[in-house]
C-alpha cells in the first residue's frame, strides 16, 4: 500500500505544471548528474536517509522503495555513463542490498537523474 501511495505522490509532483504554460527544466548536466547520483548512492550507503539528503546543500530529493522499504545498501556499481533524455540523465546500477533478514539481494535498476530546477534522483518504476 505504501508503494502505491509514494507513486501516486511521484506522480502527481511529476505531473505538476504540465500545460504549455509550465517552465520546462533545463537540459540535463550530464557531469552533475552522475555526481548526484553518486553522492545519493554514497549516503544510502553509509546508512542515511532521502530526508537527510533534502535537508543538505544542495537538497538532494530522492525516491527508491527498496531504500525506503528499509533495505540496507552495502555496494553498488554505475553501469556506464547514463544516457541523456531532456532533461534527465537515465542511468543502470548494480545494486547489493541486504533486507531486514539480513538475505542479500543483488538487482540492476536504472535512476533518473535530474539538474533543474532541483537535484532529483528517482528510481525508473517497471511496469
Known amino acids: 500500500m505504501r508503494h502505491i501511495l509514494l507513486t501516486i505522490l511521484f506522480l502527481a509532483f511529476a505531473l505538476t505544471g504540465c500545460g504549455d504554460r509550465a517552465k520546462r527544466a533545463a537540459k540535463v548536466e550530464p557531469d552533475k548528474a552522475r555526481t548526484t547520483l553518486i553522492q545519493t548512492l554514497d549516503a544510502w550507503k553509509a546508512g542515511k536517509t532521502p530526508d537527510d539528503l533534502k535537508s543538505q546543500s544542495p537538497s538532494i530529493v530522492a525516491q527508491d522503495f527498496d531504500w525506503l522499504g528499509g533495505m540496507k545498501l552495502s555496494s553498488y556499481e554505475v553501469l556506464g555513463s547514463g544516457e541523456e533524455r531532456d532533461a534527465n540523465l537515465e542511468c543502470p546500477v548494480k545494486l547489493s542490498l541486504v533486507d531486514k533478514d ?12 535530474g539538474t533543474d530546477p532541483v537535484l532529483t534522483v528517482f528510481r525508473k518504476m517497471n511496469f
Open 102 to 113: 539480513g538475505k542479500s539481494v543483488k538487482k540492476t535498476v536504472t535512476y533518473i537523474v
